[in-house]
C-alpha cells in the first residue's frame, strides 16, 4: 500500500478552441494545464475532472491519448506523467424533493463509459457543453444511472450555503433527496472541516472528501487528502471509499472552515458578523444576512450518545498564496528550488525551507503542516486570512 495525494473536484475553465466551460473559472484552466500543473508543480498523484462530459474536453484528451502523452489504466483511470485523472462531472439537481439546487459529483472509470454517461446526460440538460448544468431528472434516477454504468455518486460542498444538500432552504437531510445505499463519499466543502460535519449524524456511514473545487491554475490542491491504495487507479480510488482491506483516507488535509467564505453569518454588503434571525443589517441597513455553515450545521445537528467512528486527522491547511509574505517571486523560488507544492508541504526541511524562502515563510509553512496556523474567520462570500501575528 502506498499513500496518494488527490484532489477530486477540478473544473475546465475553457476548450482548446477557447471555448467556455465553467464561465466563472479562468481561461486557461484546460484540461492539457490542469495535468501540466498537477504533475509539475502541485505534485499531486491522482486528479478528478469534473467537466470530463463536454464532448470538446473529452476529445482533447482523446488527442494526448493519441500522441502517446497519456494512457488508459486497466483498472480505471488515465494516467499523465506522475497524475492518474478521474473522469467526472458536476451536475445541478432540482427536484420535487428538494428546495433548491444541489451539486453532485458523478465519476466514472474510463473514457468510454464517460461518452456513454454524456449521451444519456446531454438529453437532460439545456447545454451539454457547459458545467453544473441542471439535469431535469429525478435525484435518484441520476443515480441508479451512475451506478449502472459503474460510476460514483458524491453530493459536493454538502454545507455551502448556496447548491448544496444542507444549503439554504435545500434540505435537512440527505434521505430527503438520496438513495442513501448509492451515495459514495461526501464532500465537505471550503467553509467545514470534520469536527463539524460529524454533528450530523446520517454521514457517519461516508467518507469524507476535501477538494479544491479549483476555478484557477493557482487554486489546485488548495484542499485535497492523502488516500492509502495499492496503485492510484479508478478501482482502487472506489475501494478506498469503502475502506476495503486497508485502503482508506489516512487525512484530510482542507483548509480552516474559518478561511472558507461561508464560515461566519455576516451582512451580505458590509460583512460584519450578525445574527441570521436579523432583517436588516444594523451597520449598513443592508436586508441580505447570509447566514454561515457554522450556524447552518448547530440547526441541523442531532446529538446522541451513540459513539462517533474512527476518522483520519483533518489538518487545518491553507494555500501557500494565503501565507503573509509569500509573493510570487518567493512562491516560484520555493519551487524550482524544492520541486513540487507537495514537498514543500510535507517533506521539506526547515533548513530547506530558509534556504530557499526566509524563517518567516519557513515557520509558516512549518505551522500548516501541523495544523497550529491562526485564521481571521471569513464570511458572505468573503474569504478568510491566515493571521501572521500569531
Known sequence: MTDYFVDLHIHIGGTPTGKPVKITA?????????LAEAANRKGLDMIGIIDAHVPEVQLELENLIKLGKAKPLPNGGIAYQRVTLILGSE????????????HVLCYFPDLLTMRVFSEWYAERVKNVTLSSQRIYVNAQVLQQKVKELGGLFIPAHIFTPFKSLYGKGVSKSLTEVFEPKLVDAVELGLSSDTSMAEQI??????????????HSLKKIAREYQQIRMKEPTYRELQLALQETEGRKVVANYG????LGKYYRTVCAQCFEQRDSRAKRCEQCGFTQIVKGVSERIQEISIQTERPKRTRPPYIHHAPMEYLPSLGPKTYERLLSNL??????????SKEELINASNEKIANLILKMREGTLSFQAGGGGKYGKVDHFK
Open 339 to 348: 520541486g513540487t507544492e507537495m514537498y514543500i508541504l510535507h517533506e521539506a
Open 255 to 258: 483548509m480552516n472552515p474559518q
Open 91 to 102: 451536475i445541478e439537481l432540482y427536484d420535487e424533493h428538494c428546495k433548491g439546487p444541489i
Open 201 to 214: 449524524e446520517e454521514l457517519a456511514p461516508y467518507t469524507f472528501l476535501t477538494n479544491s473545487d479549483a
Open 26 to 34: 479562468s481561461k486557461n484552466l484546460t484540461l492539457t494545464n490542469i
